[in-house]
């Protein structure tokens, strides 16, 4: 069923005509927020174009993945698979949990699915496996600029590989084609409620709101370098008002800082509803995770992005770069976020009514709220093919 042309032509998102239909999907994959929420992003919208199609989502026991399912109204199983970081004894642990994995996933699948969805990472290739060897169709979600290990050795044996933009297409092998980054229902809910609130007459008097966004784990360095920066600031101090999600790890310890040095915020290690209250902030210090790139993209909110440095391929400066270029946001290396990176950012861009609606403008030029739309046509193709 692999199709090997390359296909890299934009897609828009079209409604399913009444003789096609998807009656079952199943997800493989997980570990953190920026692999998952692109599936459920996909999820939602098969639901809501086709009511009765059953979904499943393979996954880890990782604690972030309790929180992101707790709610969805997905079913879910669960596998026993562990990272294959640590050494040579962890790529044993991950093999033989693996091998157990795919036997498992193969009985699973034995019901009809219209197609299985790899969304990256190490918990996602005993799901692809398995689903090759029942011949189910396969596709694979990529969600950076720098293609993952599994999905680039997954890419030649699967039916479709989606991209997050032309920059990625040449770097697989198979059939690929550019759909933009699926974002949730929520992120592009929030985007239409999201309003311009920087009128001349009422910006000057309100405090500003920056968010502070490590990913769905909370990002330790991203945390330190803030708190550390807070003391330089002061001047600023009724100016702002702070809303950072830490991490279970950081919490208290954030928490205490604002609250020693007197400035207003709320400090949580995770919130459900993060798109919905990033509508309303006028800046958000972020990783550049993927998933969190193309959901800002899509609010318009303006971004300072703080890649991760310790990622051998940097694939999250890569991901930064796209919307720094388009002047949606500003790209900051975490050893420079300090006290006075921070005040030159309150006072041109913060403090800078034009420049925040510039930035807003900017962003949304890359924004794909039809991205998940333009995933569900492909896979409707293939079942054509497959029929």
Not at 142 to 153: D, I, M
Request: charge should be positive.
């Amino acid at each position: 069923m692999t199709n090997t042309a390359v296909l890299t032509r934009e897609r828009t998102a079209t409604r399913s005509s009444p003789q096609k239909d998807m009656k079952a999907l199943a997800f493989f994959g997980g570990g953190t927020g920026g692999h998952l929420f692109p599936g459920l992003a996909v999820a939602e919208r098969a639901r809501e174009r086709f009511p009765d199609c059953d979904v499943v989502f393979f996954r880890t026991r990782r604690e972030v993945e309790e929180k992101v399912f707790s709610n969805s109204g997905f079913r879910t199983e669960l596998l026993d698979i562990s990272p294959p970081a640590g050494g040579a004894r962890a790529i044993v642990k991950y093999s033989l949990q693996s091998l157990r994995a795919i036997s498992a996933i193969r009985k699973a699948l034995a019901r009809k699915y219209d197609a299985a969805i790899g969304l990256g990472g190490y918990a996602s290739l005993p799901g692809i496996v398995a689903a090759r060897h029942v011949g189910l169709p396969v596709v694979l979600l990529e969600q950076n600029q720098v293609p993952g290990k599994v999905n680039r050795l997954a890419a030649p044996f699967v039916d479709l590989v989606t991209c997050p933009s032309p920059e990625v297409v040449d770097l697989f092998r198979g059939r690929r084609e550019v759909t933009g980054n699926p974002v949730r229902g929520t992120v592009v809910r929030a985007a239409g409620r999201r309003r311009r609130f920087f009128a001349a007459g009422a910006f000057s008097t309100r405090k500003r709101k920056i968010f502070v966004v490590g990913g769905s784990q909370g990002a330790h360095g991203i945390n330190q370098a803030v708190i550390g920066a807070l003391k330089g600031l002061a001047e600023y101090r009724e100016k702002i008002h702070w809303i950072h999600v830490a991490g279970d790890a950081d919490k208290k310890e954030v928490e205490k800082a604002y609250l020693e040095q007197g400035w207003e915020a709320e400090v949580e290690s995770y919130l459900r509803d993060l798109p919905h209250l990033l509508s309303h902030g006028d800046l958000v210090i972020t990783r550049a995770g993927g998933t969190i790139v193309a959901e800002l993209a899509v609010l318009g909110v303006p971004a300072v992005f703080v890649p991760y440095p310790h990622h051998k391929d940097q694939h999250q400066t890569k991901n930064a770069e796209a919307l720094e270029r388009a002047g949606g946001a500003i790209m900051v290396p975490e050893e420079d976020l300090g006290a006075e990176t921070l005040r030159t950012i309150f006072e041109e861009i913060l403090f800078e009514p034009g420049r925040l609606l510039a930035m807003e403008d900017r962003a949304l030029t890359l924004g794909r709220p039809d991205a998940a739309d333009a995933v569900l046509d492909l896979i409707l193709e293939l079942k054509e093919q497959c029929q």
